[in-house]
């Protein structure tokens, strides 16, 4: 009796480990024919003053949807104004209506007030969705970001002679205190 529900309960889940995700029924395509989220939109975030850039890289054939691009403060004390972005390509979807759409690139900047005084590390939670032009429409993503400061310029490099002119300085300094105090006695206390 045991071994007849084994076999059963083996073969359900054969079938449900080839069945398509909710998001993929009803589309002829292979699975494989889709990019992986992260390779279909790469994101990106820098901080530049006080504002915080966050970009996508959107591969040939995919499309982020402008009205799902979310940013948030995920840092204690961090307070996120809502996102600045250019204008989209407007595009009719059959399940969403008229929308603006990004393709190739887009850049978000949104700007940033902190109250830690920089005692957390900057974290921002960024969602958007987006969808394959052969028909794919993803879940929503959501990704919690760090964004770097751009490294500071480097400092100029001193001039050879810099050091030497300052041991010069010093040396000079030690010279004069000891021109000044000729011909003063020094009173030591006796031991």
């Known amino acids: 009796m045991k071994m007849p529900l084994l076999a059963l309960l083996l073969v359900g889940l054969v079938g449900a480990a080839s069945a398509k995700p909710w998001w993929m029924r009803g589309i002829e395509s292979n699975e494989s024919d889709f990019l992986a989220p992260d390779v279909a939109f790469r994101v990106t975030a820098g901080v530049d003053g006080n504002a915080v850039r966050v970009r996508w890289l959107i591969a040939d054939g995919y499309y982020l949807y402008r009205s799902k691009i979310e940013i948030k403060a995920e840092s204690p004390d961090l307070v996120i104004a809502a996102p600045l972005l250019p204008a989209g390509r407007v595009r009719v979807d059959p399940y969403l209506g008229t929308q603006e759409i990004y393709q190739h690139q887009v850049e978000a900047t949104a700007v ?3 109250f830690d005084a920089g005692a957390h590390p900057l974290q921002i939670k960024v969602t958007y969705q987006g969808c394959a032009e052969a028909g794919l429409c993803y879940p929503p993503i959501s990704k919690v970001l760090f964004p770097q400061q751009a490294a500071p310029a480097a400092a100029p490099t ?3 002679w810099e050091g030497v002119a300052i041991l010069a300085g010093g ?13 003063r006695k020094l009173d030591l206390p006796a031991a």
């Open 112 to 114: 940033y007030t902190r």
């Open 158 to 160: 001193p001039h050879p």
């Open 171 to 183: 040396v000079a300094f030690l010279l004069a205190g000891l021109l000044l105090r000729k011909g």
